[in-house]
């Protein structure tokens, strides 16, 4: 009935919230950023097991398609592993020398690099990302 159906409701909006560290967080993703708050954190691409390519023209293997000034064709690769605890392990690595990409302000090199939840990316000159990843804090 509708009275059953207002007091799930209502027993659901009074549940206490869980914090962020009670949730075991199982996947990773990357979440947008923009100067226009309204359009940050409008896209989120989920990152999968596995190697993930990431580039700006669709006709290849790419999983992640990022248009805009300096991104190439083939620009990087983010691998995402979990181990048997569930911890995520997430790297970045460019595809080329002239694939540009900074990590907190910081220019990548070929060796690439770990990533940490609320890591800030920047690929080619302005398409800027936040890791979100919170099983994998940077110490």
Known sequence: SFENEVANQQA???MPASSES???VQKASLINLNADPMLSGQLVFD??????HI???SEGALNFIVSGLGIKEKHATLTCDADSYGEISLSLQPCSEEATIHVNGSKLDMKGRSLF???????GAYSAFRVNCASKVSN
């Open 22 to 24: 009670d949730l075991k």
């Open 117 to 123: 939840h609320n890591d800030r990316i920047i690929f």
């Open 47 to 52: 990152v999968i097991p596995g190697e993930t």
């Open 12 to 14: 659901i909006l009074n």
């Open 55 to 57: 580039g700006c023209k």
